[in-house]
């Protein structure tokens, strides 16, 4: 099958995730909460954002890699974190970490993953990162970070946007529970799903394989977008952080920053990068648009920056970076992938997202990541009737 030819773009692979996927598993990827408001909002900013063309630079081929904390990445973008990736596509942490590998980029692995830090091990590349969703009790973050750092990852994430379990309605209406429970309802879903149902059926149902070292509870009391994690955890303050900085050795960033005025008390605090991100819309839902908040955040530290929430092709990476951010990072859309195509789908993103930014940048004129041209603003998009 020539891939190219039929998914030349998220778009393409999006409605054959769909079609893939039960529908609440698909609630649970796509949806944000409240009204999603937040969620188009990042969609709208990013449409904002031009770069003007420029002309009569001959031929040439743009070189995509980037320098972020001191290494020499290929592509200046990564795999986030999304909780129970095992939940959207059979072993889905370990595709992504293993597609990592391949192609030299950022995976990054969450505490409620479906899979342990130790079940990934084997197929984690050198730029393995944690996700750290804080726990409270101060010997099961030690364990944590003990059990992180023997299965190959380096960098740890402090994920701080998530102080309590939003409520995410669109997910609650499709009957998705956590743990996953399959009732009638859902199960008359998988049926209608063989590719999805045949994988599960060979794996079980996942749960949060990290934390079952820490707690039988089984998540009693807790409201249906919650799970066992909320359990441990604890909403972390200045103290934690500080706390982590001297108990972990590698680099060590921030993920949830939208606040220009927070930056220099992280950069005190010992972090090494600042993760711009509004959880894409899943947390709260009168947030501003990531991309709103990047100039200001650029203007506020030298440390370097990650950005996130919004992303769907190799153009709005490079709106991102021309607007300040040192590196993207992507969580929806490699799942998407892996829906669409199974093992095949991570591959192909990786193309779609190099192939989208080079033919730009020969556009941009730009040789480097280093000559995109300054953003512009573009008018908002008239809706068509």
Request: charged content about 20%.
């Amino acid at each position: 099958m020539n891939l190219d030819a039929k998914y030349p773009g998220l778009a393409d692979l999006r409605r054959a995730a769909r079609m893939r996927l039960p529908k609440f598993v698909w609630e649970y990827l796509d949806s944000a909460t409240g009204d999603e408001t937040t969620k188009a909002r990042n969609r709208a900013g990013l449409d904002r954002v031009g770069l003007m063309p420029s002309i009569l630079h001959g031929e040439f081929t743009p070189d995509l890699s980037t320098t972020f904390l001191g290494q020499t990445l290929p592509v200046p973008f990564g795999i986030a974190p999304v909780g129970m990736s095992g939940l959207i596509w059979p072993d889905a942490e370990g595709h992504l970490a293993r597609a990592g590998k391949r192609h030299g980029l950022p995976y990054t692995l969450s505490t409620v993953a479906s899979q342990s830090p130790e079940d990934v091990a084997p197929h984690l590349g050198q730029q393995a990162w944690f996700q750290l969703y804080p726990p409270r009790d101060e010997e099961i973050r030690r364990d944590m970070l003990a059990r992180a750092r023997d299965a190959g990852f380096s960098t740890l994430v402090l994920t701080v946007d998530v102080p309590v379990a939003s409520r995410r309605e669109r997910q609650t209406r499709s009957g998705l529970t956590q743990p996953p429970r399959l009732t009638p309802r859902l199960l008359a879903q998988v049926a209608m799903r063989p590719a999805w149902a045949m994988g599960m059926a060979r794996r079980g149902m996942p749960h949060m394989r990290m934390l079952d070292k820490y707690s039988s509870a089984g998540g009693q009391n807790l409201p249906p977008t919650a799970h066992v994690g909320y359990l441990l955890r604890t909403s972390p303050d200045w103290a934690y952080l500080r706390w982590l900085r001297d108990h972990w050795e590698g680099p060590l960033i921030v993920k949830g920053v939208l606040r220009a005025s927070d930056c220099a008390p992280l950069k005190e605090a010992g972090a090494d990068a600042i993760w711009i991100s509004n959880h894409a819309g899943r947390q709260f839902d009168g947030a501003p648009a990531t991309i709103d908040v990047l100039p200001a955040i650029r203007a506020a530290t030298d440390l370097p920056i990650i950005f996130d929430s919004g992303i769907e092709g190799g153009l709005d990476i490079l709106r991102a970076l021309a607007c300040g951010a040192d590196f993207v990072m992507l969580g929806r859309a490699w799942h998407i992938a892996l829906a669409a195509l199974g093992e095949a789908g991570p591959d192909h993103l990786f193309d779609v997202l190099c192939k989208d930014m080079v033919a730009n940048m020969g556009q941009l004129g730009a040789r480097s990541l280093a000559e995109l041209p300054e953003p512009i603003a573009l008018p908002a998009a008239s809706s068509q009737s």
